[in-house]
């Protein structure tokens, strides 16, 4: 239905805003700020400019929200001399539309409006049965010319899984799906052949695995004209790393155009080239800028979209350093993390609480239960070698049964029965493990039992510098660390040169010119679809052998004496392994 008009004081508009965002900040929304709005209506109308158009421009904000987006773009096309234009948008909730609508009619009573209190999903996937089909009913437009969008971000996790599957069906995607996706497909299915998109989305899905669907549609359906990575630029209140995209709907399935890409992150030292006032000002920049009064530095870098030969592949900057720098590695590397073998993720339990303690030794012996394992978390974590386990463990009711993963039967195991019964009622509540035809009593994700013995090399997620050791123990690893296990003992020595990789400086300055995607604080990500792609130089080479040579002895050193003159021979090895100088990596 449309929203009718009403009149609000400004006290009464003040109330209505501040309920308003306090409701969609409990949701997860975030808020696009002015000075965002503003630019990226600026991007759309400077690239609309360029394609032929007549008559009225029906522009539509898909999330409207509080209008913020669409009081941005309504300004640039009055500014830029445009003096017919119809507004639609869609909002579910009602007291966000009233808002929408009173802030635009009293600063453009001349415009035609038309929002929706109706999900802009919902009325897509019910009313685009096909490209040439009719898109909308009366009397929203069956195409627009312009889309200004900052959709919610809503992970999987959170949606649901039954609702994630349902987009997933509706839109053409797969694996785990954020809300944002099927937005911008959605958005794709009612923009006109040559009308422009400009999109506010968190960064994570141009290298995560599971944005690869979304990477594609892209390119499927819009020439990408620009991407803006606006990394660790706090503009939201909320953790969410943005990035801008400014898309054109193709006219035909060939069109290709060269995107550029911009990219913008904090960093710690430089000498600053430019000064600027607001972060959208030094994305015209390159190079070190000081930005505001509290001089905060950031490294603006300016280059062209680089998604490999593949429409999904991961979306990084290219420049022409960066390409000659990688082109380097690659004819220096021998092979990959991934040969070694398969990287994943510690176990989940879901419930903390009741499967992992410190405390374990305190229960009387006659009441501890028997299914006790030594467990590796990040509070161990140091490079090379872990630090001495504190006496954490996890109790895993999983083993391996004729090369199966089964569950154990606690018949067997009466301790760890009494104890389990003693907080069954809270195990209990994870009713997606026994909906999903799981025990009440099992770990989520308890990965394989079998690997557990083998020699691992475990890392830390996020960080700001890489922090790699090796397990030669039973130890099951936590959720929040990755791990690599080595099962083939002819493996065992590439395990330990991808320690002394890892550990490098050069590991970062290739996460850098691969992935760039740093979180607040500079902090790196290292999980599988990144560090399965990490380098490894030749193992029977004399600069890999060294390597190897130098990791082991750091790792029998590290606990008991100052090694860091030999890390740092280490790391010069690395880098020449590579075919390259010693840098430094900027944090």
């Known amino acids: 239905m449309t929203i009718s008009s009403m009149d609000m004081d400004a006290a009464e508009q003040v109330a209505v805003n501040r309920t308003y965002r306090a409701k969609k900040k409990a949701q997860g929304v975030h808020y696009t700020p002015t ?98 089909g009719d898109l909308f009913r009366p009397p929203l437009p069956k195409y627009v010319d312009l889309i200004i969008a900052n959709p919610p971000y809503v992970r999987t996790q959170v949606m649901g899984a039954r609702q994630a599957q349902i987009l997933a069906e509706q839109f053409d995607l797969s694996g785990r799906v954020d809300l944002y996706y099927p937005f911008v497909i959605g958005m794709a299915r009612i923009l006109k052949p040559g009308g422009v998109a400009g999109v506010i989305v968190s960064n994570r899905f141009m290298t995560t695995k599971s944005g690869a669907g979304l990477r594609r549609a892209i390119c499927e359906e819009f020439d990408v004209l620009h991407v803006w990575d606006l990394g660790d630029t706090r503009l939201f209140e909320a953790a969410v790393l943005p990035a801008v995209l400014l898309l054109r709907k193709k006219r035909h399935e060939k069109s290709r155009a060269e995107a550029k890409f911009t990219s913008i992150y904090s960093v710690s030292h430089g000498t600053a080239n430019n000064l600027t006032t607001n972060i959208t000002e030094a994305l015209d920049q390159e190079g070190v800028v000081e930005n505001g009064p509290n001089g905060q530095r950031f490294l603006v870098r300016q280059g062209n979209l680089d998604h490999g030969h593949t429409l999904d592949g991961v979306w990084r900057i290219g420049t022409n350093e960066s390409s000659r720098w990688l082109a380097t590695v690659k004819r220096h590397s021998w092979g990959n993390f991934g040969d070694i073998g398969k990287i994943r993720v510690g176990v989940k339990t879901t419930c903390d609480k009741v499967f992992i303690r410190s405390d374990w030794d305190e229960i009387p012996v006659s009441e501890r239960p028997e299914l006790l394992r030594p467990l590796t978390t990040h509070h161990v974590a140091r490079a090379f070698r872990a630090l001495d386990n504190t006496g954490t463990k996890i109790l895993y009711p999983h083993q391996l049964v004729e090369g199966e993963r089964k569950t ?67 130890s099951v690893v936590n959720g929040d660390c990755y791990w690599l296990g080595c099962r083939e003992p002819k493996k065992i020595d590439l395990l330990w040169l991808a320690l002394a990789v890892g550990n490098s400086t050069f590991i970062e300055a290739f996460y850098d010119h691969c992935f760039h995607n740093k979180l607040y604080a500079g902090r790196r990500r290292f999980m599988t679809q990144y560090v399965e792609k990490f380098p490894l130089p030749d193992p029977n080479g004399e600069m890999g052998k060294a390597a190897v040579g130098l990791a082991k002895q750091i790792y029998a050193g590290i606990a008991s004496s100052d090694v860091s003159s030999l890390q740092g021979e280490l790391d010069q090895i690395i880098w020449r392994a590579f075919g390259l100088p010693l840098e430094k990596v900027s944090r």
């Open 408 to 474: 154990v039967d606690l018949n067997e195991f009466p301790r760890s029965a009494q104890y389990l019964k003693m907080h069954r009622r809270q195990l209990e509540k994870r009713t997606y493990v026994v909906e999903s035809g799981r025990k009440w009593y099992e770990i989520w994700v308890p990965q394989d039992p079998a690997a557990w013995g083998y020699p691992k090399l475990v890392f830390r997620d996020i960080v700001d510098k890489p922090v790699f050791w090796i397990d030669s123990t039973d």
């Open 35 to 132: 000075i965002l709005a503003d630019f990226v209506a600026t991007q759309i109308v400077t690239a609309f400019q360029l394609e032929p158009h007549e008559g009225v421009i029906e522009a539509m904000d898909p999330a409207a929200g509080d209008g913020e987006l669409l009081l941005s773009l309504l300004s640039e096309l009055t500014t830029a001399g445009f003096k017919h234009i119809k507004v639609s948008g869609f909002e579910t909730d009602t007291t966000a539309l009233v808002t929408a609508k009173t802030r635009l009619q009293q600063r453009y009573p001349n415009a035609v409006l038309d929002l929706s209190a109706d999900s802009f999903l919902h009325f897509v996937s019910h009313n685009c049965t096909d490209r040439d």
